[in-house]
């Protein structure tokens, strides 16, 4: 038989090894048990002014939360608070839902390059830096939820990242996924002068721009075509794997939402003839001119997610830029949502467009409803999200005062049940207010950068 030789220390370390191993395995064992009651503890904010966003207000409302999701949402004396659950206690205080933001850059998301314009198969998930400070400046700004999406230099600049903003290490630990594994997401679209280049590459023209994007469409339908004959018939050879076909598929069949940046009222119209020659859902980003065709849009049931400020002057395409633009489009029936585009406004400001959105004449209602429930509706979402409902998840805004006044402060952001930002702690006021250390954490390297942008 086989000997085998047991290394070991001298015996009389042995017992006082022994002794650790086991004090470790029960503290591991410790931590596991607290961090599972943790998460499976009942959390009861109570006393706060509860905007659920689906029905009124409630004056002196209470919010059960459990294992991360919401569990009750009613006034004080109607909904019972077990005896043993964690209270937070908000008198003078507003609870809402987390805010969305439907397009937002932070994250340092750049996907698609300069080779060509339609880039289907590229994924911001790829390309998300979660330790991005914008990231805690979002939290601060009471946002939860964000659609992380690449620039709109190209007709088609790559998939879009749906996230949970959490405190994580890796776009693993924020972005949410299908029930089968793979990213949400929806895919970025853009027509009008960003993604226009003369001579070069890139469409001159709006007529040329549209050209691009049909072809891309009907080359995927092709592709769709000869994978289904090629099921059909074992004598015949399927093509091959083509991955950008496959995410214009996943728009065709409705499984991936269209996020369009738009401006003009003609490049809102060419939006809305795609989806209709294609079949695919689409949310319009920013429109500009979206006053002009409120019918169309409402007409063609199409999402906005408008822009009340696009700060980088000289785009003429923006000149019609109106912040009557949300209450015209709520009045023609249309699911309307604000946006930042962070960093082209702050994210710790998206509340401020809202009330924009209010003072040009949307109503309080669809103002709320504008950074919570329609955003979540944009990213089909809505039954998770948004609301502040029993069987969502328990993503939280505490404010000092009346979401839409500019004197209300974002006490506290909560995500999945866990305090995210909390404005009493030092490091969750700096991102709140700047200053000196509110920057990127890392800091960047350009060696050899030139050299790379060269070639």
């Known amino acids: 038989m086989r000997s085998v030789r047991r290394t070991s220390l001298p015996g009389r370390l042995a017992p006082g090894l022994l002794t650790l191993a086991?004090?470790?395995?029960?503290?591991?064992?410790?931590?596991?048990?607290?961090?599972?009651?943790?998460?499976?503890?009942?959390?009861?904010?109570?006393?706060?002014?509860?905007?659920?966003?689906?029905g009124d207000p409630i004056e002196d409302g209470v919010v059960?939360?459990?294992?991360?999701?919401?569990?009750?949402?009613?006034?004080?004396g109607q909904v019972a608070v077990p005896i043993d659950a964690e209270i937070v206690d908000l008198p003078g205080k507003t609870l809402m839902p987390g805010l969305i933001c439907t397009h937002s850059h932070i994250g340092e998301p750049w996907a698609a390059d300069g080779s060509e314009p339609i880039q289907p198969d590229v994924r911001t998930y790829d390309a998300i830096n979660v330790r991005d400070a914008l990231i805690q400046r979002a939290q601060a700004g009471g946002v939860t939820t964000v659609n992380?999406?690449?620039?709109?230099?190209?007709?088609?600049?790559?998939?879009?990242?749906?996230?949970?903003?959490?405190?994580?290490?890796?776009?693993?630990?924020?972005?949410?996924?299908?029930?089968?594994?793979?990213?949400?997401?929806?895919?970025?679209?853009?027509?009008?002068?960003?993604?226009?280049?003369?001579?070069?590459?890139?469409?001159?023209?709006?007529?040329?721009?549209?050209?691009?994007?049909?072809?891309?469409?009907?080359?995927?339908?092709?592709?769709?075509?000869?994978?289904?004959a090629a099921a059909d018939d074992p004598e015949k050879d399927a093509p091959d794997r083509d991955l950008g076909a496959e995410a214009l598929i996943e728009i065709m069949r409705g499984e991936r939402i269209v996020h369009h940046h738009t401006h003009r009222h003609d490049d809102i119209l060419t939006v809305l003839r795609l989806s209709t020659e294609f079949g695919f859902d689409v949310v319009l980003h920013h429109v500009s001119d979206g006053w002009m065709v409120a019918d169309e849009i409402a007409a063609a049931g199409a999402m906005v997610s408008a822009i009340m400020i696009d700060s980088p002057g000289g785009k003429l395409e923006a000149?019609?830029?109106?912040?009557?633009?949300?209450?015209?489009?709520?009045?023609?029936?249309?699911?309307?949502?604000?946006?930042?585009?962070?960093?082209?406004?702050?994210?710790?400001?998206?509340?401020?467009s809202a009330g924009m959105a209010?003072?040009?004449?949307?109503?309080?209602?669809?103002?709320?409803?504008?950074v919570t429930l329609a955003g979540a509706k944009m990213l089909g979402l809505q039954d998770r999200i948004g609301s502040l409902?029993?069987?969502?998840?328990?993503d939280l805004v505490v404010l000092s005062g009346h979401p839409l006044s500019v004197y209300a402060l974002v006490e506290q952001t909560w995500v999945d049940g866990e305090l995210v930002f909390d404005?009493?702690?030092?490091?969750?006021?700096?991102?709140?207010?700047?200053?000196?250390?509110?920057?990127?954490?890392?800091?960047?390297?350009?060696?050899?950068?030139?050299?790379?942008?060269?070639?």
Request: proline share 5%; with cysteine.
């Open 423 to 455: 404005i009493q702690r030092e490091d969750d006021r700096l991102s709140a207010y700047g200053g000196p250390g509110a920057t990127n954490a890392t800091t960047p390297t350009f060696c050899c950068f030139e050299d790379r942008r060269d070639r």
């Open 64 to 76: 059960l939360v459990e294992g991360g999701k919401l569990t009750a949402v009613g006034p004080r």
């Open 358 to 370: 209010v003072r040009a004449g949307m109503t309080e209602r669809g103002a709320l409803e504008s």
């Open 22 to 54: 086991v004090l470790a395995m029960g503290a591991v064992a410790l931590a596991a048990q607290d961090e599972a009651s943790e998460s499976s503890r009942v959390r009861a904010f109570i006393r706060a002014r509860v905007i659920p966003v689906v």
């Open 389 to 394: 409902e029993p069987g969502k998840d328990a």
């Open 319 to 352: 000149m019609n830029l109106s912040p009557t633009t949300p209450a015209v489009l709520e009045q023609a029936g249309v699911v309307v949502g604000v946006h930042t585009d962070d960093p082209i406004n702050d994210s710790r400001l998206l509340l401020r």
């Open 148 to 228: 992380i999406m690449s620039g709109s230099g190209h007709l088609m600049s790559g998939q879009t990242t749906y996230v949970k903003l959490r405190d994580g290490r890796t776009i693993d630990d924020l972005a949410l996924r299908h029930p089968d594994g793979r990213v949400m997401g929806g895919m970025k679209m853009a027509n009008g002068t960003n993604s226009q280049d003369d001579g070069g590459k890139f469409p001159g023209t709006r007529g040329k721009s549209a050209a691009l994007v049909r072809e891309a469409f009907v080359a995927a339908q092709e592709y769709q075509r000869k994978l289904a």
